[in-house]
């Protein structure tokens, strides 16, 4: 199959260099192409350029093939969102109202509330029913430009409910065209264990990791790494204990608290340390010299209405930045990467072109997918969407409650809700 999308407005995001992420100062520039082509072929870019240098011989051939005409449209490569929690039971609702009402997202998670409320509610759901809901989740961020997605676990907390979440996930991987890749999260401590920590932490080390790993469940290994979840020497021990099994590594750091997690992670070589909240010289200066990617999360911040990651002083420094949604029941109840780059514009002081790299390249990047996604470049996975008629590349952060996509390709081929296969 080859499919010619012709008179492209602007193709943005094109890198022929094809980096593995963007950092510091390159991160204010982003390569376009005005009045452009770009040729898929089955499932990858096979070329793109002006169209006065669109040869008719690419016409000429025996393959299937379909044009789109872009006039006036923009052309993008696919948000990869390198940081979900898709699969749950239920939304959070009363939680949202109870915070209006004065309670913090601590005290509502010490009293049962929050992740613990949500891993109750998963242990009580069939399998089938979690995979189907989250399978509509997938079709809704699909619709607004993702196409690649890290699915994590945590929300189980036993093992068999943890494994049940694994196996949804490796479920959509096997149903859905977006690329996924999944993520065993130690996410909290059971109420039951709260004073048992040792047994806990021998539930994940002996018991979880090793049958996730004996099934290959998961990609990553991840911990909450925060004030009141795991400390360091616990997350030390997790992170250790998976790396042995074959996952990478991944943090959740420094939410809500200066946690020690950025350190954590770059002494094990984690992919990407999440959140970023707390962060200080110190950490910006130990992911200087790292291959960890320093992952904000603008929904959870906005929704919890916590202090800011410092993303401006962070790529001043010279550091990348990857932005996800963090879409979650409790948090960040939204995967629109759309209104993530609005948010990163507003409330962290990027620019539009910045918050491109952080949403593409340098979130595929964190999932370790940055070979094949995150840009337009010959030879990698045509994952892509149309815009409607725009007028710039900044109308996208700038238009933050409108939907400005208007087609999207995955795997070389136009979607629908009909490719999702429920």
Not at 15 to 25: M, Q, T
Not at 95 to 119: H, P, Q, W
Not at 137 to 146: D, K, P, Q, V
């Amino acid at each position: 199959m080859r499919l010619i999308l012709q008179n492209i407005k602007e193709l943005v995001q094109v890198d022929p260099k094809s980096r593995l992420w963007v950092a510091g100062k390159s991160m204010a520039e982003v390569q376009t192409l005005k009045n452009a082509f770009l040729i898929i072929q089955d499932e990858q870019i096979k070329d793109y350029g002006l169209m006065e240098n669109l040869s008719q011989a690419e016409y000429e051939t025996d393959d299937v093939m379909m044009e789109i005409d872009c006039s006036g449209k923009m052309v993008f490569p696919s948000y990869c969102d390198s940081h979900t929690h898709l699969v749950f039971a239920a939304t959070r609702e009363h939680e949202f109202v109870d915070r209006l009402k004065g309670l913090t997202y601590e005290e509502m998670a010490l009293n049962g509330g929050g992740i613990l409320n949500s891993a109750i509610l998963l242990q009580e759901m069939a399998e089938d029913d979690l995979f189907d809901q989250a399978m509509g989740r997938l079709e809704e961020i699909a619709m607004l430009g993702t196409g690649a997605v890290e699915i994590k676990s945590g929300y189980g907390l036993t093992t068999e409910s943890e494994l049940k979440m694994l196996r949804v996930i490796r479920r959509m991987k096997q149903h859905s065209p977006l690329m996924i890749k999944s993520t065993f999260l130690a996410h909290a401590f059971p109420l039951k264990y709260r004073n048992k920590r040792k047994e806990y932490m021998s539930l994940l080390i002996d018991e979880m990791l090793p049958l996730i790993a004996a099934d290959e469940l998961a990609d990553y290994v991840d911990v909450f790494c925060d004030r009141g979840f795991f400390t360091m020497e616990e997350t030390e021990h997790i992170l250790k204990a998976g790396i042995r099994l074959g996952m990478l590594g991944k943090v959740h750091a420094n939410e809500l608290a200066n946690s020690g997690g950025v350190q954590v992670g770059i002494k094990y070589n984690t992919v990407s340390v999440d959140h970023l909240e707390y962060v200080e010289d110190e950490e910006i200066s130990a992911l200087l010299g790292s291959e960890t990617m320093p992952t904000v999360l603008p929904g959870a911040a906005f929704f919890l209405d916590l202090k800011l990651a410092p993303v401006r002083r962070m790529i001043d420094a010279g550091l990348p930045i990857a932005l996800a949604s963090d879409y979650n029941p409790g948090t960040s109840p939204s995967g629109n990467m759309n209104f993530i780059q609005t948010l990163g514009c507003l409330k962290y002081g990027m620019t539009p072109e910045e918050t491109i790299h952080a949403t593409t390249i340098n979130s595929a990047y964190a999932m370790g997918i940055s070979k094949s996604y995150g840009s337009i470049a010959r030879g990698k996975v045509a994952n892509l969407f149309i815009t409607k008629e725009i007028s710039s590349y900044a109308v996208i952060p700038y238009s933050f409650g409108t939907n400005l996509i208007e087609t999207i390709i995955l795997n070389g081929e136009i979607q629908g809700v009909a490719d999702f296969e429920l």
